[in-house]
């Protein structure tokens, strides 16, 4: 089996974040999710770890990947996108992972509609980063890399 280390940290993108950079630059900026991926493997780089970065517009395939990532990761980073306010599955998933869990949100949910406030996915975060825009994700890493750090 692999060592721990040698493990990835799963980033895990939600519904329509394919869209990243593409559309509503005004509300999630200008960057593809194609560069984000290049932010977090150099970030990543930089503090030791490897990234496993994926998206997908289908909740099944989220939770299998969490599934995945409960073996063959070190650690979740996740944007659950539409799924953060409404999938019991995907956050049932995260706390059977047993892993450190980041949740990332590229806007501040809390300055926007009511309905985008309450979170499932954050019962089970260790941290939840919202607001700071595609350098979350970097931040997120730095974090995990305290997090995963002895494990
Ligand atoms: O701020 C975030 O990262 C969100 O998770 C983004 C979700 C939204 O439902 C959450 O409330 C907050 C939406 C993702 C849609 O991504 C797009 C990206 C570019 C253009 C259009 C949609």
Redesign the pocket.
Known sequence: MADAADKPVFVLN????????????E??GSTSLEEVRTMCEQTAAEHGLTVDFRQSNHEGTLVDWIQEARTAGRGIIL????Y??TSIAILDALLAAELPVIE??????HQ?EEF?HHSYVSKAAAAVI??AGVH?YQLALQHMTRLVSGR
């Open positions: 939600g519904p329509n974040l394919n869209l990243l950079g593409r559309r509503e630059p509300k999630y944007n659950p996108a539409g953060t306010t990332v949100h590229i806007t501040n949910i926007r985008r919202a607001g979350g």
